[in-house]
């Protein structure tokens, strides 16, 4: 009964922003250590962020200063905000929260960063 819906993606200019989220049913995120990966095309999928049950958070060094993940646990939501886009953002990005004995993910959501 595990879902993650992601949405917010798109296509943006360069140095601009975009926010995705993450809307969760079925599981609690506030409990568990939720991630951010993004599989640009033709290569394999990469962790960008992560926030602990306490909001530690860690990020890729690629993306530090540029990208923000953040909770709203009433929501039961997860977001990742992008700012100072780059081409090299390009990418799908997935959400996934894992637990004790399952590794959840969503469909993913497309980012394009273009002129």
């Known amino acids: 009964q595990v879902q993650l819906v992601e949405s917010g993606g798109g296509l943006v200019q360069p140095g601009g922003s975009l926010r995705l989220s993450c809307a969760a049913a079925?599981?609690?995120?506030?409990?568990?250590?939720t991630g951010w990966y993004r599989q640009p095309p033709g290569k394999q999928r990469e962790l960008v962020a992560t926030?602990?049950?306490?909001?530690?958070?860690n990020y890729v060094d690629s993306v530090k200063g540029r990208f923000t993940i953040s909770r709203d646990n009433a929501a039961n939501t997860v977001y990742l905000q992008m700012n100072s886009l780059k081409p090299e953002d390009t990418a799908v990005y997935y959400c996934?929260?894992?637990?004790?004995?399952?590794?959840?993910w969503g469909q993913g959501t497309q980012v394009i960063v273009s002129s």
């Open positions: 996934n929260v894992q637990q004790a004995i399952n590794n959840y």
């Open positions: 079925g599981i609690r995120f506030s409990i568990y250590t």
């Open positions: 926030i602990t049950s306490s909001r530690r958070t």
